[in-house]
């Protein structure tokens, strides 16, 4: 882990939801300093996805406040005030405009957030802000998640050396469209909030918006993207530091996202589906999400069975106009599984299961029409993903 100059973090144990651990974040950027996020297109965005979302237009943040346990979501007028009074509470004590703070919560949808643990461990926060506390951060925003997740890169460009660090949380309601999903990248870079917004949704793109667990858009999804502004600074992606300034943040968001799908909730594999030889990248990606979605699918992969016809009707179904079932070409891993509109000829069950068995499995399809290519990242279907959620809320 790489601490990010001009970036401080606090974590504590608030009591919003769980019982003896953390569950409160604070995250403070130093002034002068600029934020880019993106939020969750589902129509029933929570409360702080609303309250963030104006800040944010306001410019100049300098606190993040996340929650865990605790959605704030579907909870109507009551929840946008609940919102605005954590805001106001830690601007009051930090000395900031109210505006200078972005909300966040994950957790539990239709419950009322309570406000008052959080007016009583802010003063807690805001003294213990420490550059050091990135792993404490991630692990209190935990919800199903089994493990923290936390990258961590330097990229030398021509003035100096630049920091990009991040955290992410999500396990379940996973297929972010901008799961439950909140993810925060810092960097000590000087960039523009319009430059770092657009590296941020080139990043968000290829990362957090090509994976999927289960299908479900949360109401809470978001990423934050922050330029301390303590070093270098950059100003053209067209230039070589532009560049490989950009990169670093994709790698970061990239892994994020990968450890996001690998610990889907009861996942056993990491599955990339790529699709290639497509009309456009549209087309790809919504032959690539049918596949990843298919319960069918999940489950065979789960049971590391090659029943490769589950993956065939997926791709049918998936609203490809005028496909030609006979120009397509399905691998599982090196295993070439359909070609000519039905099984390979030269398939057998052995190289099928032997492809199956590993964590980590490619299922490739070319459908032979153009040139576009997309890939998402997706996970099993176990047992456990049901009882997961089955006994959510008990």
């Known amino acids: 882990m790489n601490l990010v100059p001009g970036i401080r973090l606090a974590a504590t144990a608030a009591g919003i939801r769980y019982e003896n651990r953390d569950d409160l974040v604070l995250i403070e950027m130093a002034e002068g300093g600029s934020c880019a996020a993106v939020f969750t297109q589902n129509a029933f965005c929570a409360a702080p996805v609303v309250v963030a979302r104006e800040h944010l237009a306001k410019g100049s943040v300098r606190y993040l406040l996340i929650n865990a346990g605790n959605a704030n979501a579907g909870t109507g007028e009551p929840g946008l005030r609940a919102a605005r009074e954590t805001c106001r ?47 404490r951060a991630a692990t209190a925003m935990m919800t199903t ?33 901008m799961a439950t999903m909140l993810a925060y990248v810092a960097t000590d870079a000087t960039v523009s909030p319009d430059l770092l917004d657009e590296i941020l949704r080139r990043a968000v793109a290829g990362s957090f918006n090509a994976v999927t667990v289960d299908g479900d858009t949360s109401t809470n999804d978001a990423c934050v993207l922050l330029a301390s502004g303590q070093s270098v600074e950059v100003v053209d992606l067209n230039t070589p530091d532009g560049q490989r300034f950009s990169e670093a943040v994709n790698a970061v968001c990239a892994e ?35 596949v990843a979605h298919s319960p069918l699918v999940k489950t065979a992969l789960f049971a590391s069975d090659p029943n490769w016809g589950r993956i065939l009707a997926a791709v049918g179904r998936a609203g490809v106009d005028a496909l030609e079932i006979e120009s397509i070409r399905i691998w599982l891993g090196e295993t070439c599984i359909v070609s000519g509109g039905g099984r390979d000829p030269a398939y057998t069950e052995a190289a099928g299961q ?40 008990t």
């Open 256 to 290: 994020l996202a990968e450890m996001i799908v690998a610990d889907g909730e009861g996942a056993t594999k990491l599955v990339r589906i790529r699709v290639e030889a497509a009309r456009d990248e549209t087309e790809a990606r919504e032959v690539a999400y049918t």
């Open 89 to 135: 509470s830690l601007a009051d004590m930090a000395g900031c405009a109210m505006s200078q703070v972005l909300p966040f919560s994950t957790g539990v949808i239709g419950e009322d957030l309570p406000v008052a643990p959080f007016a009583q461990a802010l003063p807690g926060l805001l003294s213990g802000l420490d550059e050091n506390h990135w792993p």
């Open 354 to 393: 032997a492809a199956m068995a590993g964590s980590d499995i490619t299922i490739r399809i070319v459908l032979n029409r153009g040139d576009a290519v997309s890939e998402v990242l997706t996970c099993d279907l176990s047992y456990d993903y049901v009882k997961i959620n089955a006994e959510y809320r």
């Open 145 to 177: 998640d089994t493990v923290p997740k936390l990258v961590s890169r330097r990229v030398e460009l021509s003035s100096g050396v630049v920091t990009v660090t991040g955290i992410a949380k999500g396990s379940g309601m996973i297929r972010p469209d």
